[in-house]
């Protein structure tokens, strides 16, 4: 069946570091991929998706890329800011008329001033 | 447009005991779904509909009820509370057409704990 892998966290960041946060995916067909982002105390809104392979998902500074060849998703931001704390996660949908979503585990970031 | 809304916020419950919890969206969506989130679990899908009066189950459906009178409710049932059902509860919504169908928005959660 699908699964998202995504790295284990906690990870604890100073302000204006890079942000990477791995994501690695097994899925049949063509599957729509998703960054959720959940601030404390929150539900999850979605930060940015990309529907097919190549296309890149931005919004907020953040970015990642479908790379059907490696099957990931990576998060990406250039200069995070205390805000940026939070957990996100990694989700897919396998499409194919399905609505369902598959999620990672969640990684949680600290951004410390 | 308020979204997705959840109640209660917060609740408590014996083993054994019966409750329901709310979601409602005023979006007009089609598909809902119940997810709970558990530590180092990630949101785990309990059962979904898309439609009024279409229900399926999801990966975790045991223990838990749902049915869809209407487009704009999705309570979740707990029959008989049991400690495992202790955990956080999202109610989440999407279009059912065209590329948005697969963008869910989701509500603020329940926090439930079954002692």
Redesign the interface.
Known sequence: GDS?TQMEGPVTLSEEAFLTINCTYTATGYP?L?W?VQYPG?????LL?A?KADDKGSNKGFEATYRKETTSFHLEKGSVQVSDSAVY?CAL?S?AG????T????TKLSVIP | NAG?TQTPKFQVLKTGQSMTLQCAQDMNHE?M?WYRQDP??????IH?S?GAGITDQ?EVPNGYNVSRSTTEDFPLRLLSAAPSQTSVY?C?S?Y?GG?S?????????TRLTVL
């Open positions: 998202v729509s998703f959720y929150e539900g999850l809104q979605l998706k529907t996660f949908s499409g399905s609505y369902q979503l999620f990672g585990k969640g | 997705v598909y779904s180092g679990m990630g949101l785990r899908l979904y898309v999801g999202f989440a999407s059912s590329v169908r697969d963008t869910q928005y989701f509500g603020p959660g």
